[in-house]
């Protein structure tokens, strides 16, 4: 049966149900001090740091702070920081916090909070990578300063900190940041605008925020992760809803009010009710792509990666993904078409699908049959498309396919897992970026290329780490568009990430909402709810 088959199976399954939040438990939770929300996937990992998972960044973004954030308009502005000052030469950057700052659970912020919260999230995240290869010292001043000197003038401090998406670079107390990069905290307490209730979370299908009474929002506006975050209602709940028209069915009978991502076959279901506000709130989009493990048969071979490249079709995604094409667009640039470092090479590869091409290069590779094993989650809508097409279009090519189903969250555990994949490893998987996290060579983590420390896949090509650090010290717009276009090809003549295409997500929110950002990320500190 084909996907979308499934898809019409599922929902008229599900209009059988009497009640929506019958099912799930939500009736009377969306009061008029409460904002309940159903985004793209349930929440179980809650570390921000080792994961990049959007769920668990939003999640980020409720509780945590950052020292520096970016606009709308793209520029940095302070955020815990009061202010900063460089030195002469470029090197030492100087940092003093803004007065008033505390933990939930009542202790001040201090400057040697910060240190080991900028450490930890450095040694996972791709551009803080480099920003650690590049930094001579961090030490604390004050109980309100601190200094990050460089080896050399550049200004990827700013750059790191004020990062607003990904792995993003969120403040925990010193005792909770001084967990290891390698393992989960085990406390979840942040200074931001909204206090995580514990007590409340019931991983998957519940997480609850409270409105943090302490939280003082800086005096400018809201602008994107930038500015005063002023939080009108008392509590936020995001329900977990996996299927899509219980989440719609709850929508439209006020059980819930916000939905993140309507899938694209049931948005004629609340386009034009009047109860309802439907459109595009992330203006910037996504780029869907997928990842070969570099480490083991048959994707440890060049030639083997860029059949599979060659194979996969970007319209095939793209009309099982969305469908509506007023959504979505093929596009071959690696940092996204719109954006700054924009380059097509390598679309021939990546965008039409050459089956005869895919054989060819399979043969030359000497392929013996390896199985391809491909991680296949079935619970959220904006990913459960691409791994069926990907395998199709494998399988056409002479792959052998091995196409494993399970949940998101199963997934963010198991491609972390670098065994064979006959050992519960994997070769393929498919996820979704931002075009923020991937507009260029130090933020797209997917293209960073060093070994064992690279995200998931771990190739190893010393040569775009060298590309990507003379990004990192860069200033002039042409060299830094120069680097960016040898970094795409050499990415894609290595099939170090393939581009899918670029969509559009669509939200539905009850028109009691008002406020809501229209942003990248979801955001909820500035949302006003009406009625009672």
């Not at 997480?207 to 939280?215: E, F, G, L």
């Not at 494998?394 to 994949?421: C, H, I, Y």
């Not at 994997?426 to 960073?448: C, E, G, K, V």
Request: charged content about 20%.
């Amino acid at each position: 049966m084909s996907f979308q088959a499934l898809k019409l199976r599922s929902a008229l399954t599900l209009t059988l149900l009497a009640s929506a939040c019958a099912v799930t438990g939500y009736t009377a939770t969306a009061g008029a001090q409460t904002v309940t929300a159903v985004l793209h996937s349930p929440l179980r990992v809650l570390d921000p740091v080792i994961t990049t998972a959007y769920i668990t960044r939003n999640h980020g973004y409720m509780i945590y702070d950052t020292l520096l954030a970016t606009d709308a308009n793209a520029k940095i502005q302070p955020q815990m920081v009061d202010k900063w000052v460089v030195s002469d030469d470029g090197k030492t950057y100087t940092f003093t916090l803004r007065p008033g700052l505390k933990w939930h659970d009542g202790q001040p912020v201090k400057a040697e909070d910060c240190i080991p919260s900028i450490k930890r999230w450095a040694e996972r995240d791709k551009m803080g990578q480099i920003l650690l290869d590049l930094t001579a010292d961090m030490k604390v001043v004050d109980d309100n300063t601190f200094q990050i000197i460089m080896k050399q003038p550049t200004n990827l401090v700013l750059r790191t900190l004020a990062k607003a998406s990904g792995t993003t670079p969120f403040m925990m107390p010193k005792r909770i940041a001084e967990t290891p990069s390698s393992q989960s905290i085990t406390e979840h307490i942040g200074s931001g605008p909204f206090k995580w209730v514990a007590t409340e979370f019931k991983p998957g299908l519940k997480a609850v925020y409270a409105k943090n009474t302490d939280y003082v929002p800086r005096t400018e506006p809201a602008s994107f992760t930038a500015g005063g975050k002023v939080v009108n209602v008392e509590r936020v709940v995001w329900a977990g809803m996996p299927d899509s028209m219980t989440a719609v069915n709850a929508l439209m009978n006020g059980e819930i009010d916000y939905i993140e991502q309507v899938p694209y076959d049931l948005l004629p279901m609340v386009e034009g009710n009047k109860d309802l506000n439907v459109g595009i709130i992330d203006k910037v989009g996504y780029q869907t792509m997928y990842r070969m493990n570099f480490l083991y048969p048959p994707f440890n071979n060049q030639l083997a990666r860029q059949a599979a490249m060659y194979a996969v079709g970007q319209d095939n995604v793209m009309s099982a993904l969305v469908g509506n094409a007023k959504y979505y667009k093929t596009c071959a640039a690696l940092f996204g078409c719109g954006m700054p470092y924009e380059s097509l090479y390598g679309q021939d590869m990546v965008v039409p699908s050459n089956i005869e091409k895919a054989k060819e290069l399979l043969k030359q590779a000497g392929y013996d049959g390896t199985p391809v094993v491909i991680l296949h989650p079935t619970d959220v809508t904006g990913l459960a498309a691409q791994p069926v097409v990907i395998a199709e279009a494998l399988r056409k090519a002479g792959f052998k396919v091995n196409l494993q189903a399970m949940d998101w969250q199963t997934v963010v555990t198991r491609r972390a897992v670098s065994e064979p994949p006959a050992q519960g490893g994997w070769n393929i998987f498919s996820t979704n970026w931002s075009l923020l996290d991937i507009q260029d060579p130090l933020r797209d983590s997917a293209i960073a290329t060093n070994g064992k420390q690279a995200w998931f896949g771990w190739p190893d090509i010393p040569k775009i780490e060298e590309l990507r650090h003379s990004f990192a010290l860069a200033s002039d717009p042409a060299e830094l568009k120069s680097l960016a276009d040898q970094v795409q090809k050499l990415a894609t003549d290595e099939g170090v990430a393939v581009p899918l295409g670029q969509y559009y997500n669509v939200a539905a929110y009850n028109t009691k909402l008002s406020n809501v950002p229209i942003e990248p990320i979801p955001l909820f500190w500035s949302i006003k709810k009406a009625g009672k």
